[in-house]
Every structure is written in structure tokens, then in C-alpha cells.
């Protein structure tokens, strides 16, 4: 674990000796940030997605032409109609539309949004579970065609991974840091006991199938997304035995994490999972509308989040798939609202210098001299 890391760990531990108590604090006026202070920030809420108009700038002549036709130069209108599954690199961020039935990509880089998976042979037709492997590569689990679609960076259908043969109804994929491990987690049915997970390597050979329905150590129920750690640990979320499980990279059971409650650490509805290259571990909650953070090990660091009747920054009505990208920043995806907000990791510096900031700031209800 980094230098950084080992340095935030104890404001966390002071943050989650908290967690069983409601702690009153004062409402803090200054940017959206978590946690905030007396405690030093770490993580501050940066924008939301939902149309073109979010990552394309317009020009200086394009907006005076706004003004006086009174049409907008760039559409605002949301392109997510339900967004479920998310994965983001280099500047691109990839969200499975269930409500479309396509692949939505925000191409911040060029300023543009498109879709895919609209088009033969690369149809999709229920996309659950998005994964990236290290040459962009974008795998798409479609619950409904039973397969992995592989496609490139720009959507052209490269492969197809796994059959109805061996997948009941899979929901989620991850890839391992090499690319020579594909987990593809097979949700399947209410009646079957084949919740598990399937392995293939990169050419699509099926090696082996990790789990089978039940409560134990290394069995499933409901599971429904993965994720792969830079140490080649692979997570699994768990959702019906509330917790998320880890495997090594030959899918041999090594610790789980999490149970079924209402305090931080547990899980109500857990829909996403994700991890960092420091690999921590964030898992989204639809019935707490938070994502939680963990270390390896399974402890609580953070919860970022809270449930709304509003769509507001930080403010959720039903969380669905999560990621971070290379340069830490989370993306996490609201189904209800039909967003995605990016959540950026702060640095020690930039933490301390809001910490410092807030300290300044002048105390409302300290009353002036000439008040007393």
C-alpha cells in the first residue's frame, strides 16, 4: 500500500468511530467534498454527465448565436434513458444504456458523445456488465444474448466470447490486469443453482466455473458484477448473501466482507463494484444510495453519498455501476436521475489546503463585539 494511503488510514479510522453515531456538525458552506471538515478531504464532487453539453466547450461566436436564436449550439438533452454499467479510461467513459439497449460513450478528449452496439453483427440486446481490458478493448455481458461481446475503442465488434451454452444469464464481466483472464459472472435465475462464476482466457477457452448457489465460503446467491485488483485478486459483489467475495487469480476463496444491515460496512441492494490501482474496493448501494470504500482487507474507509427525491451533486435515487479510472477519479452512475457524476480523489495538498480554507472561513455564529 502507498505512503498515501498509509497516511489517510488514520483519519479514516477517526471518521469511522464515528459511524454508529449520528455526529452534529456545523453544515459546511464550501465545495462538495468528503469527508469534510474538522476532517482532512479527500475526495470532492467535480461534474455530472447526461448530454453532449456536459464535455463539449462551445465557442465564444457559438454562444452569442445561442442568444440570439435561442437554440442551443450543443443539445442538452440526456442520451442515457437507464444506465446501469460503467467503465472510464483515458478520457473515455463507456455506460451500458439498458434503456436503449446500447453501449454510450462520452468521448471527453474529442468533445462528443455517440453509441454503440446497434448495428450486425454487434447487436446488443440487454447490456449488463461492462468491462476494459489493456488495449481498450470494451466487453459488454448481455443477460439476454448469453454472451461477451468484445468490441474495440470506437465499437467495432471484435469477438464474442462464451454461449448460451455455457451462461444462463450473466450480468457482470471483469478482465485481470493481463488480459489473460475473463470473469464473467452469471447471475442466472431464482430457481437455478448455477449463480457462479464463468472463466475464459482472452481467445474465449473456457477454463473453469468458480462457485455454485449457496451461503458458504466460495459459493453465490445473486451474484452480479466483478472486479479485478492490480495483485490479480478478483472481487466478486455478492448482492444476495450481502458481501462481496475475493478470489485469487485460480479462483481459489481467500476472505469475504460485509453483511446484510443499516450501519456503514453493510450492504442493503449492492449493485456495483469497482477497484482502484491502489486497490481499494468501492461497491454502490442502491438502498443506502452511497458507494462505501474498503481497503483490500474489507474495512470501511469512507461513504460517499446520500439518498434524494433531487437530483443534486452528491444526492442519489437509485446507484447502479461504478469506476475509477487511472487518474482516481469515480464515476458513478445514478439510474434514477440518468447520470453519471465524477467524484475526483484529492491529494494531500490539495486536502489540506481546503482544510485550511475552511478554518479561515469566518464563524457565522460567533457574534461581533458590538453584538454582545
Not at 469511522?16 to 453515531?21: D, G, H, N, W
Not at 481467500?254 to 441492494?269: A, D, H, P, T, Y
Not at 458507494?291 to 439518498?307: H, M, R, V
Request: net charge neutral; charged share 25%; aromatic share 8%.
Amino acid at each position: 500500500m502507498s505512503r498515501t494511503l498509509l497516511l489517510i488510514l488514520p483519519i479514516f479510522a477517526v471518521l469511522l468511530s464515528a459511524c454508529s453515531t449520528v455526529e452534529e456538525r456545523k453544515p459546511y458552506d464550501g465545495p462538495l467534498i468528503w469527508p469534510q471538515p474538522p476532517d482532512q478531504p479527500r475526495f470532492a464532487y467535480e461534474t455530472m454527465l447526461r448530454s453532449p453539453a456536459d464535455i463539449v466547450i462551445v465557442p465564444e461566436e457559438a454562444k452569442l448565436r445561442e442568444v440570439l436564436t435561442g437554440k442551443a449550439a450543443v443539445s442538452d438533452k440526456p442520451v442515457m434513458d437507464k444506465p446501469s454499467a460503467i467503465v472510464a479510461r483515458n478520457g473515455k467513459i463507456y455506460v451500458a444504456d439498458t434503456g436503449t439497449n446500447t453501449i454510450v460513450v462520452f468521448d471527453v478528449p474529442r468533445q462528443r458523445v455517440f453509441r454503440f452496439g446497434t448495428r450486425e453483427p454487434g447487436n446488443l440486446a440487454k447490456p449488463a456488465g461492462l468491462a476494459m481490458d489493456s488495449q481498450m478493448n470494451i466487453l459488454v455481458a448481455d443477460s439476454k444474448l448469453r454472451k461477451v461481446m468484445v468490441y474495440d475503442s470506437l465499437g467495432l465488434l471484435v469477438s464474442i466470447i462464451g454461449s448460451p451454452d455455457d451462461l444462463e444469464r450473466p450480468t457482470g464481466v471483469a478482465v485481470s490486469r493481463d488480459g489473460e483472464r475473463i470473469y464473467v459472472v452469471d447471475r442466472s435465475y431464482n430457481d437455478s443453482d448455477k449463480h457462479r462464476v464463468v472463466v475464459y482466457d482472452k481467445m474465449g477457452k473456457k477454463l473453469q466455473v468458480i462457485g455454485t448457489r449457496g451461503s458458504g465460503d466460495g459459493q453465490f446467491n445473486v451474484p452480479l458484477q466483478a472486479a479485478v485488483a492490480p495483485d490479480g485478486t478478483l472481487y466478486v459483489l455478492d448482492s444476495g448473501n450481502f458481501r462481496v467475495q475475493a478470489f485469487d487469480r485460480d479462483g481459489k476463496f481467500l476472505r469475504k466482507f460485509g453483511n446484510v444491515g443499516k450501519e456503514f460496512g453493510n450492504f442493503g441492494r449492492a449493485r456495483g463494484i469497482a477497484v482502484d490501482d491502489d486497490g481499494l474496493v468501492y461497491v454502490t448501494d442502491a438502498s443506502f444510495n452511497n458507494f462505501q470504500i474498503f481497503n483490500p482487507d474489507g474495512q470501511l474507509l469512507l461513504a460517499i453519498g446520500q439518498s434524494s427525491l433531487e437530483s443534486n451533486p452528491g444526492r442519489y435515487g437509485m446507484l447502479n455501476g461504478i469506476a475509477v479510472d487511472e487518474t482516481k477519479r469515480v464515476y458513478v452512475v445514478d439510474q434514477l436521475f440518468n447520470k453519471v457524476e465524477v467524484i475526483r480523489r484529492l491529494t494531500d495538498s490539495e486536502g489540506q489546503k481546503m482544510l485550511e480554507e475552511s478554518k479561515n472561513k469566518p464563524d457565522e455564529n460567533k457574534k461581533s463585539p458590538d453584538e454582545k
